[in-house]
């Protein structure tokens, strides 16, 4: 099996085993976006007709926002379509992660600490969006081989985003969820998301 292999939730937590609890977590915080950036999003969504391939819901709205995010936490790396790998089973191309930045430091492998997974939803399915996010959150837990740290996983569609975390062995979705027709807020939950990320970087720096 791999990432994609798992195609529901259900399906994950059979083969490991997990709590799953619904709550809030995340603040309602809200960023300003460049205008160019609201110019770029806005364009995409008049020329989107119907039919559009999923690649264009990943390149014109997922990509973008995670982009914006990272600019501003440069001790992150944003991984594409970047191997991961712990064993046969949690291994794959995940749509995107996000762990420690290497730049400038000497290294014996490319990917340190992985901490946040993001799935496209494609087609609008959820459920098998978030059962590919969770394996990789496995995955980057098993590789971290640190159950003290806190891993961050976003769903979307493009238009839609959900939002969960992996603490030990409990899986917590957000109940808030948002959208692209209020930009802002996408930004600032994943800005805040990318924060959290970098502040358990700092404290391991330390430790």
Same mark, same amino acid.
């Given at each position: 099996?791999?990432?994609?292999?798992? %195609?529901? @939730?259900? #399906?994950?937590?059979?083969? +490991?085993?997990? #709590?799953?609890?619904?709550?809030?977590?995340?603040?309602?915080?809200?960023?300003?976006?460049? &205008?160019? *950036? @609201?110019?770029?999003?806005?364009?995409?969504?008049?020329? /989107?007709?119907?039919?559009?391939? &999923?690649?264009?819901?990943?390149?014109? +709205?997922?990509?973008?926002?995670? #982009?914006?995010?990272?600019?501003?936490?440069? %001790?992150?790396?944003?991984?594409?379509?970047?191997?991961?790998?712990?064993?046969?089973?949690?291994?794959?191309?995940?749509?995107? *992660?996000?762990?420690?930045?290497?730049?400038? =430091?000497? $290294?014996?492998?490319?990917?340190?600490?992985?901490?946040?997974?993001?799935?496209?939803? %494609?087609?609008?399915?959820?459920?098998?969006?978030?059962?590919?996010?969770?394996?990789?959150? $496995?995955?980057?837990? /098993? @590789?971290?081989?640190?159950?003290?740290?806190?891993? *961050?996983?976003?769903?979307?569609?493009?238009?839609?985003?959900?939002?969960? =975390?992996?603490?030990?062995?409990?899986?917590?979705?957000?109940?808030?969820?948002?959208?692209?027709?209020?930009? #802002? %807020?996408?930004?600032? $939950?994943?800005? *805040?998301?990318?924060?959290?990320?970098? =502040?358990?970087?700092?404290? /391991?720096?330390?430790?």
């Amino acid at each position: 099996m791999a990432f994609d292999d798992f %195609k529901s @939730i259900k #399906q994950v937590i059979r083969k +490991y085993p997990l #709590q799953i609890k619904r709550e809030r977590f995340l603040p309602e915080v809200r960023l300003e976006l460049s &205008e160019w *950036f @609201i110019e770029n999003l806005d364009f995409s969504q008049k020329r /989107q007709v119907a039919g559009e391939s &999923e690649a264009f819901f990943r390149e014109s +709205y997922i990509y973008p926002f995670l #982009q914006e995010a990272w600019k501003c936490h440069l %001790k992150l790396k944003l991984w594409i379509n970047h191997p991961l790998r712990f064993d046969e089973t949690l291994s794959g191309e995940p749509d995107y *992660f996000v762990s420690a930045s290497t730049e400038g =430091k000497v $290294i014996d492998r490319l990917v340190y600490t992985p901490l946040l997974a993001v799935a496209q939803a %494609k087609k609008e399915d959820f459920d098998g969006g978030w059962a590919q996010c969770l394996s990789v959150l $496995i995955a980057c837990q /098993q @590789i971290n081989a640190d159950n003290r740290l806190t891993l *961050f996983g976003v769903v979307s569609t493009g238009h839609l985003w959900e939002f969960g =975390k992996l603490e030990k062995n409990v899986f917590t979705y957000e109940l808030l969820s948002c959208s692209t027709a209020d930009p #802002q %807020k996408v930004f600032g $939950i994943l800005d *805040f998301i990318f924060a959290e990320c970098e =502040k358990q970087l700092d404290r /391991q720096a330390v430790a």
